[in-house]
């Protein structure tokens, strides 16, 4: 993930719930960065996430319809 007003060391992963909620509002706010979702971790935080809600009805759709595909 591309980070242009944070400055987090190079190989940073979430930990808690309320790391992933913000990682996953700003790699789906502003951009992957060549980075792939876990369809996992995105469906359990998906309901608490602070995005656009079309785009949050595209991510349900995508989840609900692709389970069965590798990511």
């Not at 990682?23 to 992957?32: A, E, H």
């Not at 876990?38 to 359990?44: A, D, E, M, R, T």
């Amino acid at each position: 993930m591309y980070n242009w007003d944070y400055d987090l060391p190079k190989n940073w992963k979430p930990k808690t719930p309320d790391e992933w909620e913000w990682y996953l509002t700003r790699i789906i706010n502003y951009g992957l960065g060549g980075e792939k979702i876990n369809p996992i971790i995105l469906k359990k935080y998906l309901p608490r996430l602070k995005v656009d809600p079309k785009r949050k009805v595209f991510l349900e759709f995508l989840l609900t319809h692709y389970e069965n595909l590798a990511y």
